[in-house]
Every structure is written in C-alpha cells, then in structure tokens.
Nanobody
C-alpha cells in the first residue's frame, strides 16, 4: 500500500494551498483517511480526518474554519484545502489511513511520506 501526498509548498501568511493524497497498491473497502502534521521540534499532531462516506469529518481546533477535508473514493484520493494559512501551520503534512475507523494521531494503519508546507510571515 502506498500513500502519495503532494501539493505542499511555500506560501505567504494568509495564503492557500491544497494537499492531496492518493492511495495505491492493495485496495481496501471503507477506510478512513486523515492528515497529521509535524513541525520542527514538536510532536506529530492530528489535523483532520474523514470517514469513508465523507459524512464524518473531524478537525483540530487550530484549523477549524480554515481547513476543509474531502475525498473522492472513485479516485482513491483525499484532499485538504487550507485557507488563511499562518506561520504556525508550517510543518510536514502526512496522510494516514485507518482500515476500520476515522484516523487519529495515534490510531492509523498506514502513513505516507510527508509533504512540506511552509508559511512565511
């Protein structure tokens, strides 16, 4: 199973980015997906997650109202639209999969390589 995240980059304070994560290899049914992030010198933290149906979405308090998670199951792809970005959002963003539930920072089955997001002030 491979999780390929892309869409990171350098953006100014207040800007926007859209991350995507595509699952390939062995296929599963009805898996939850999510995003974690890790800033330099800090622990990895939960950002957002979404259920297979898309009806359940969870967000960290720090990103509520600014980030939107979505998915396209036909493309095995998840997205994270990030608006009103702040310097404190700077981190490596990782996509994760949980085969049985909506992922959390400590509960996932697969994690992809990260994509760097840098927000300049």
């Amino acid at each position: 199973v491979q999780l390929q995240a892309c869409g990171g980059g350098l953006v100014q304070d207040g800007g926007s980015l859209r991350l995507s994560c595509t699952v390939s290899g062995r296929t599963f049914s009805r898996y939850g997906m999510g995003w974690l992030r890790q800033a330099p010198g800090k622990e990895r933290e939960f950002v957002a997650a979404i259920s297979w149906s898309g009806l359940i979405t969870n967000y960290a308090d720090s990103v509520k109202g600014r980030f939107t998670i979505s998915r396209d199951n036909a493309k095995n792809t998840m997205y994270l639209q990030m608006n009103s970005l702040r310097p404190e959002d700077t981190a490596v963003y990782y996509c994760v999969v949980n085969l049985n539930a909506v992922p959390t920072a400590a509960n996932y089955d697969y994690r992809g390589q990260g994509t760097q997001v840098t927000v300049s002030s």
